[in-house]
C-alpha cells in the first residue's frame, strides 16, 4: 500500500493562508502561501468557501478538492475542514493527497465500516512519524470498548457494529486536528496524537473520548451503558520504536481494564515501573487462574483463621503477599508511626519508620477512607509532597491503606507495591483486601502476631 501525504493548512474567513506545515510546502512552493488561491482548482474553489463560510464553531466538514502542486499539475485532495473553538475566524484543514496512493483501495486506506484511517494506514502513519528527523514527540494510544463480547451477545452484532462506528466517530471529533484516529481491528483502535504536546491538553481529550461516549449510550437511569478504555504513552521518552510503543500501549490498556474499566492511563515510570523489565502481560487464562486463586484463599483464610483457628495471621498474610504479588505488607501504630511487624521479599520481620513525617503528612491521606489507593502522581496533584518524596526514596509505585479504626490507638495496615514491580491491581483486589482487612480487625487478634516466628 502507499503512503499518503498529509498536508496541515489554516485558511481565515478572508480566505487567506495563515500557517502550514513543511510537508504542504514542499508540495505547493512557499509562494503559494501569498496567494492561496492561485493552488487551488477554480471549479472548487467556490465549493471550499461555501463550504467552510456554513461550518460551526468547533465542528468538522470533508471537502475534496484539486491543488496545484510545484510541476503545475492538479492533485485531488480529500479534507477534514474544522472551524476552532479558540479563534473563530481561523479554518484548518487536514489534507490528504490521493494522488500518492494510487495502488490503495478506498478500503485498503480507510476502514470501509468506521470511515477513520485502517490498521496499515494509522501503523505507517505512525512509523513514519517515528522516522523522521529530528525526532517529533507524539502520544500513542490504544482504545477499545469495554465488554464488547457483552454488547454483541446481549443486542446482536449489528448494534455492536453500530457502536464501533459512532465510537469511531467520536473519537475522531474529539481528536479533532491533534492527531489521526485508526481503527486496528474489532472494537480496537489507535490514536496518533502527534500536535499534543502537554500532558493536561491530552488529558482534556482522552476525557472528552470518555465523556462523550458514556453520555451517548447513557439509559434513562443516568448509568452508562457502554463505556471505553484507552492506555497509552509519549513517543520517544517511552519506547524507541512501533512495535515497543506498541507493547507499552496495550500494557497500559490492560492496566486500565483491570482497574475497572472505563478510564484512561498514561505511562508514567515513577507509577508503573520500567516496562522493559517487567513481565508480559497477563493472558486471560491465567488472569482467570489468578482470581480462581484468590477465591480459594479468602475462603481458606475465612475459614482457617476464624472457624479452625489453624493458620496465623502471619501466615495468612505471607500467603495474601504471594498471591497478590505484593512486594511488602506492614501495620503502623497509628501514635507511633513505627510498624509493629512487616514482611517483605528477603525478610519476615521488616520496620517502615514514618515516625520522620509530621502526622499531617500522611495520616488524612491514610483515614480518608477505609481503604486508600495511594500512588506519587495523586499524591503531587493533591499537595502531599512530602509524602509523596517518603514514597519515592523508599520505592513504592503504589500502596493501599486501611484504616483500622477498632485497634487500640488505631493502625493502618499497607499493601505495597514497588517501582518495578510485576504487581498490578485488578479492581477486584481491593474489594478482597478490604474483605482480608476487616477479617483481621475484627478478630482481635492482630495484637499478637510477631513476624519473626517461623
Known sequence: MGKIERYYLELNDRFEAINCNDVFLEFAGSNAMDNIES???????????NE?????????????????GLDGKYSWMASNAHRSKHDTSIIRFDIYNLSTAEQDTPEGYYDEMTG????????????????????????????????????????????????????AHIAKECVGD???VGRIGGDEFALVLEKIHEEEELRNVLRDIRYNVREKYADEDNNFTITTSLGGALYPDNASNYDA???????????????????????????????????????ISQRTKQNQAKNVLIMDILEGFL???????????????ETYMLD???????????????????????ELDLSSLAPEDYQPIFENYPIKVINMYDLKKENHQKFAEF????????????????????????????????????????????????????????????????
Not at 493552488?39 to 468557501?49: P, Y
Not at 501495620?331 to 513505627?338: F, M, S, W, Y
Open 116 to 167: 477513520v484511517l485502517s490498521k496499515t494506514a494509522i501503523t505507517d502513519y505512525a512509523k513514519k512519524l517515528m522516522a523522521q528527523t529530528p525526532t517529533r514527540n507524539f502520544y500513542f494510544f490504544i482504545m477499545d470498548v469495554d465488554n464488547f463480547k457483552g454488547i454483541n451477545d446481549t443486542y446482536g452484532h449489528m448494534k455492536g457494529d453500530e457502536v464501533i462506528v459512532e465510537v
Open 52 to 68: 467552510i463560510s456554513t461550518l460551526e464553531v468547533g465542528k468538522n466538514t470533508p471537502i475534496c478538492f484539486r491543488m496545484k
Open 307 to 321: 472457624l479452625k483457628d489453624d493458620i496465623s495471621v502471619c501466615e495468612a498474610f505471607k500467603r495474601v503477599k
Open 39 to 49: 493552488i487551488f482548482s477554480k471549479e472548487d474553489i467556490c465549493i471550499i468557501k
Open 245 to 283: 510503543m506498541f507493547r507499552l500501549a496495550d500494557k497500559m490498556l490492560y492496566i486500565a481494564k483491570a482497574k475497572g474499566r472505563d478510564r484512561y492511563i498514561i505511562y508514567t515510570p515513577s507509577v508503573h515501573g520500567d516496562w522493559k523489565d517487567d513481565a508480559e502481560v497477563v493472558t
Open 391 to 454: 514514597m519515592i526514596k523508599s520505592g513504592f509505585r503504589i500502596i493501599i491503606t486501611y484504616y483500622m479504626k477498632k485497634i487500640p490507638g488505631g493502625a493502618y495496615l499497607m499493601y505495597v507495591s514497588n517501582i518495578g514491580s510485576a504487581c498490578r491491581f485488578a479492581e477486584t483486589d481491593f474489594s478482597d483486601l478490604t474483605y482480608f482487612s476487616r477479617i483481621l480487625e475484627l478478630s482481635g487478634k492482630l495484637s499478637g502476631c510477631d513476624c519473626s516466628e517461623k
Open 328 to 350: 511488602e505488607i506492614y501495620l503502623i501504630d497509628k501514635k507511633t508511626g513505627k510498624s509493629t511487624f512487616g514482611i517483605t521479599d528477603g525478610e519476615e520481620d521488616s
Open 178 to 180: 491533534k492527531g489521526l
